[in-house]
Structure formats: C-alpha cells, structure tokens
Nanobody, 119 residues
Framework: QVQLVESGGGLVQAGGSLRLSCAAS????????MGWYRQAPGKQRELVAT???????NYADSVKGRFTISRDNAKNTVYLQMNSLKPEDTAVYYC?????????????WGQGTQVTVSS
C-alpha cells in the first residue's frame, strides 16, 4: 500500500498564494505519476496538475501560468505552488500517486486538504 499525507491547505484572500505538499510512504516502488486533483462542492473531481517520474508536466487550462507542480523523488514528495488564487480555486485538493504494473495501474489518494479563497 501507499500512504499519502497532504499538508498546506487553508484560507487565503484572492490574489494570494499557498503551497501544498504531499509525502508518499509505504510501498513506493513503481510509483510513476504523482499529481493533484480537486473537488469543489457539487462538482466532480478534476485534474489540477500531474508530474511524471521523468518530469513531464500536465496542467489544467484553468491553472496554467498560476500553479506550479514539482517533485522531489528523493523525498517521495510532490508540491503544488498556487499563486494568484481565485475564489473559483476553492475546493478540496487531493494528492494522487499512480503505481504502474505490467498490465495495469493502481491509483492512491490522500485524505484531501481544504483550500478556500475569499473574494
């Protein structure tokens, strides 16, 4: 199993910044992509940003230019730097880690951390 522990959420005014962290532990062998997803009240969970083990980045259009994902493989930790936050960024943010197997993948999720942006 893989355990993911998130930190760094909170309340911030519009235009402010927050940095989320997610540390992976347990059976971390075969973890490839790590990333962040978010879910706002009444909406489906959506991708925010992902980073592969090789450093390939993927961002949702809504956060491009404002959010930066990074990864420290030595610490098995992924970060999300969020700048120029908007009220519409308010959501529970979930860390994700994917383990790759020869013919399948398995996703692991953190418990979620609340990000609230006030206008």
């Amino acid at each position: 199993q893989v355990q993911l522990v998130e930190s760094g959420g909170g309340l911030v005014q519009a235009g402010g910044s927050l940095r989320l962290s997610c540390a992976a532990s347990g059976i971390i062998f075969r973890i490839s992509t790590m990333g962040w997803y978010r879910q706002a009240p009444g909406k489906q969970r959506e991708l925010v940003a992902t980073i592969s083990s090789g450093g390939t980045l993927n961002y949702a259009d809504s956060v491009k230019g404002r959010f930066t994902i990074s990864r420290d493989n030595a610490k098995n930790t992924v970060y999300l730097q969020m700048n120029s936050l908007k009220p519409e960024d308010t959501a529970v943010y979930y860390c994700n880690a994917r383990r790759d197997f020869p013919i399948s993948t398995r996703d692991y999720w953190g418990q979620g951390t609340q990000v609230t942006v006030s206008s």
